[in-house]
């Protein structure tokens, strides 16, 4: 009896911060949910109860499958580019050389300005005529003729990828490098001792050991890169002819322009199922790994 | 967001406070939309003049901002504190007479009082056969031509769309400029194809509530621009250009015509002062049309005060207050005689916007308008983009349109 309240002891302790949690977090979702299931007048009074026929729209639009498409590409995109870029950067950053501390300041820097901010100098800059990058690239010789940078779909969206690598850098070099500065310095020199090059000592001893901290860059990306609306929304509006339309510039425009508030409160929660989905699946990958990395070595203690 | 709530409060102390005071005292709460600095002032001196012949009457002025005033007002209707009149974009009458908020006036509107106002700007407030709002601001769209331009390539300012394009052609031989500047992207791509539909003889929809995107007046209107596109007439790309780029152009003294509204002409006389343009009709195809935007005055439902609100309306409506509006806020006037007066028919600029007023077409109070106009905006660019032919995107766009009416 008493071991058994002593063992609901933690559980208790915990309760009034879980309830809390799950107010927060779970009234919203189920107020969500329930909209969802709605007729909503513009206004956002809900004017009666039609089950699935919200999900039924949704689910039979076009736009809504190419938008979901776009999302995946620009999702994985942005976060495997950003991590491919953050990595080398960090690693350089870890090194110690003149002016480090100014260079890492440099790298921060873009974290400092809104999202908002930053797309809308970019569509400045992209600007077909009066835009800077093309002055640049034609003074540079490079292109002899202005490109109108945003006016298609396919290089709209490519230069929206790459806008949004460039802000979701200065976060993952963070995690990275504070990865990259716990790790302990006699692997290397072990390692140098036994003759390893410097892509050896990258392969099979900084990959694994940041293992954690790359895992955390990719579910917190994945999260804020999957959701981000500045960038399109600023750039393109999700246009020409929603060519550049993720789930979330499409659900703004649902809610905010068209007044469909219970289409939108539909797509809100099939996102947010499609980003648990992910981050259940990635967890449960990463700890299978962790589980088969980790057998050798109980076999040999047994 | 406390705002709602201390007004609320505020005249809900003041009414009873007036009440102990003066039993016979009716307010009437008048939601105003600032479109400037002007705004609320002009409104305060008409209600001083209102109260100074009418006592027993106090108008309680409030001035919202336009990016507040919707969710304002929704707060208000639901929290059952709503003004008894307001100022509205004409575009959530629809939202509001459907819902019942809206008053429908007809039962107020005397034939003499009706017929003060230009007929035009009467229609876009009648829903259902109810008149619903009185128009209360106006603005029209015209052609805007660089005579500069239009001299040094010999052309003379277009009539007719066939006289713009030959025009077009000429202009676009000069170095460095486009003869016709064409929005692609964003608010108002489709307002920049309405131009043509309608002067085409095309209307977005037709007689039976359908749309008109699958007539052959709207594919000869897409078909137009489309030419001129391909043929280098307007600027590159055109997706890639909003209504601001477009105008930006023009401003620089690159573009030879475009299409615009008269709130461009203090933007030029500041930013370009030496630009020399004109102000011009639509060029006709087989029919004379500009877009009319307008506001609304309406009355809630809910007012308790509506006889006293409604007398107010009539004095606001006086030829000297409307005279004053329209020329201190930039709008054309939606009564007859201020439209008679000299400055109305004279001054060039607004002569220009407001000789198209008796043939205005308006967007339509239907359901769902803003869907459809953006369907409409989808379709123009895949059209300017070359990913579908005209032919075959306005009839995807026309089902598509008439699947969002229900139709």
């Known amino acids: 009896m008493a071991n058994r309240f002593q063992k609901s002891v933690p559980l208790m302790m915990i309760l009034p911060g879980l309830a809390l949690a799950l107010a927060i977090i779970g009234y919203p979702i189920f107020d969500l949910a329930w909209t969802s299931m709605q007729d909503v007048s513009r206004f956002g009074k809900l004017t009666g109860f039609n089950g699935g026929e919200n999900y039924h729209e949704v689910f039979a639009d076009p736009l809504f499958w190419e938008s979901l498409w776009r999302t995946g590409i620009w999702?994985?995109?942005?976060?495997?580019?950003?991590?491919?870029?953050?990595?080398?950067?960090?690693?350089?950053?870890?090194?110690?050389?003149?002016?480090?501390?100014?260079?890492?300041?440099?790298?921060?820097?873009?974290?400092?300005?809104s999202l908002t901010m930053t797309?809308?100098?970019?569509?400045?800059?992209?600007?077909?005529?009066?835009?800077?990058?093309?002055?640049?690239?034609?003074?540079?010789?490079?292109?002899d003729q202005p490109v109108e940078w945003?006016?298609?779909?396919?290089?709209?969206?490519?230069?929206?990828?790459?806008?949004?690598?460039?802000?979701?850098?200065?976060?993952?070099?963070?995690?990275?490098?504070?990865?990259?500065?716990?790790?302990?310095?006699?692997?290397?020199?072990?390692?140098?001792?036994?003759?390893?090059?410097?892509?050896?000592?990258?392969?099979?001893?900084?990959?694994?050991?940041?293992?954690?901290?790359?895992?955390?860059?990719?579910?917190?990306?994945?999260?804020?890169?999957?959701?981000?609306?500045?960038?399109?929304?600023?750039?393109?509006?999700?246009?020409?002819?929603?060519?550049?339309?993720?789930?979330?510039?499409?659900?703004?425009?649902?809610?905010?322009?068209?007044?469909?508030?219970?289409?939108?409160?539909?797509?809100?929660?099939?996102?947010?199922?499609?980003?648990?989905?992910?981050?259940?699946l990635y967890v449960a990958l990463v700890s299978r790994n962790d589980r088969d990395d980790a057998a050798p070595e109980e076999e040999i203690k047994a | 967001m406390t705002h709602p709530f201390r007004t609320s409060t505020a005249v809900l102390a003041l009414s009873l406070g007036m009440a102990g005071l003066a039993s016979a005292e009716t307010v009437v709460d008048f939601t105003v939309a600032e479109y400037s600095s002007k705004t609320g002032p002009y409104f305060q001196e008409v209600a001083d003049a209102f109260q100074a012949e009418n006592p027993d009457i106090k108008i309680n002025i409030?001035?919202?901002?336009?990016?507040?005033?919707?969710?304002?007002?929704?707060?208000?209707?639901?929290?059952?504190?709503?003004?008894?009149?307001?100022?509205?974009?004409?575009?959530?009458?629809?939202?509001?007479?459907?819902?019942?908020?809206?008053?429908?006036?007809?039962?107020?509107?005397?034939?003499?009082?009706?017929?003060?106002?230009?007929?035009?700007?009467?229609?876009?407030?009648?829903i259902e056969g109810q008149t619903m709002g009185l128009p209360v601001a106006a603005s029209a769209r015209a052609m805007m031509v660089n005579m500069d331009l239009y001299e040094k390539a010999g052309a003379t300012p277009p009539k007719t769309w066939d006289e713009l394009y030959e025009a077009s052609k000429k202009i676009a031989a000069l170095p460095e400029t486009f003869a016709f500047?064409?929005?692609?992207?964003?608010?108002?791509?489709?307002?920049?194809?309405?131009?043509?539909?309608?002067t085409h003889g095309g209307d977005i929809l037709k007689a039976d509530g359908t749309s008109g995107l699958d007539t052959p007046e709207a594919l000869e209107a897409a078909n137009l621009y489309k030419k001129m596109i391909d043929e280098g007439l307007?600027?590159?790309?055109?997706?890639?250009?909003?209504?601001?780029?477009?105008?930006?152009?023009?401003?620089?003294?690159?573009?030879?015509?475009?299409?615009?509204?008269?709130?461009?002409?203090?933007?030029?006389?500041?930013?370009?002062?030496?630009?020399?343009?004109?102000?011009?009709?639509?060029?006709?195809?087989k029919a004379k049309a500009t877009y009319g935007v307008t506001?609304?005055?309406?009355?809630?439902?809910?007012?308790?005060?509506?006889?006293?609100?409604?007398?107010?309306?009539?004095?606001?409506?006086?030829?000297?207050?409307?005279e004053k509006f329209d020329m201190g806020e930039g709008f054309l006037p939606v009564t007859k005689n201020v439209a008679a007066l000299p400055y109305f028919t004279e001054d060039p600029d607004v002569a220009g916007f407001a000789a198209g007023l008796p043939y205005a077409k308006f967007a339509p109070t239907i359901a769902n308008w803003e869907e459809i106009a953006d369907v409409t905006v989808r379709t123009m660019q895949q059209i300017y983009l070359g990913e579908v032919t005209p032919e075959d995107g306005l009839k995807a766009a026309a089902s598509e349109i008439n699947k969002i009416r229900g139709l």
């Open chain 2, 181 to 198: 500047g064409l929005q692609g992207k964003e608010i108002e791509t489709d307002a920049y194809y309405y131009y043509s539909l309608w």
């Open chain 2, 234 to 285: 307007t600027q590159p790309s055109p997706t890639n250009y909003t209504r601001e780029d477009v105008f930006n152009l023009f401003k620089q003294g690159k573009v030879g015509t475009i299409f615009t509204f008269p709130m461009l002409i203090p933007q030029i006389k500041a930013e370009a002062p030496d630009l020399k343009y004109q102000i011009l009709p639509f060029p006709e195809g």
């Open chain 1, 119 to 143: 797309a809308v100098v970019w569509r400045w800059a992209l600007n077909g005529r009066a835009g800077l990058l093309n002055a640049t690239l034609m003074n540079a010789g490079i292109i």
């Open chain 2, 62 to 126: 409030e001035v919202v901002p336009w990016d507040t005033l919707l969710q304002r007002l929704t707060t208000d209707v639901a929290g059952g504190s709503a003004p008894d009149i307001s100022i509205i974009g004409t575009r959530w009458l629809l939202d509001f007479a459907s819902q019942g908020v809206a008053e429908p006036i007809d039962g107020y509107l005397t034939p003499e009082f009706k017929g003060t106002f230009i007929d035009t700007f009467m229609a876009p407030g009648v």
């Open chain 2, 295 to 322: 506001d609304t005055l309406m009355v809630f439902a809910d007012s308790d005060a509506k006889e006293a609100a409604w007398k107010f309306i009539e004095f606001a409506y006086k030829d000297e207050w409307r």
């Open chain 1, 150 to 280: 945003l006016a298609t779909a396919s290089t709209a969206f490519v230069v929206e990828i790459l806008v949004g690598i460039l802000v979701s850098i200065p976060f993952t070099t963070t995690i990275l490098l504070g990865g990259l500065s716990s790790m302990p310095q006699d692997a290397y020199e072990a390692a140098v001792v036994d003759g390893a090059s410097g892509w050896d000592q990258f392969r099979h001893i900084t990959l694994p050991l940041m293992k954690p901290f790359i895992n955390i860059a990719i579910v917190l990306n994945v999260i804020y890169v999957f959701n981000s609306l500045p960038i399109i929304w600023v750039m393109t509006e999700g246009g020409p002819a929603n060519g550049t339309d993720i789930l979330v510039t499409y659900l703004y425009k649902l809610a905010f322009r068209f007044g469909q508030l219970g289409k939108a409160a539909a797509i809100s929660l099939v996102m947010f199922f499609v980003l648990l989905a992910f981050t259940m």
């Open chain 1, 75 to 113: 999702t994985f995109a942005v976060v495997g580019g950003t991590l491919a870029i953050s990595m080398p950067v960090a690693m350089i950053l870890n090194d110690d050389f003149h002016g480090r501390g100014l260079a890492r300041v440099i790298i921060m820097l873009p974290w400092a300005i």
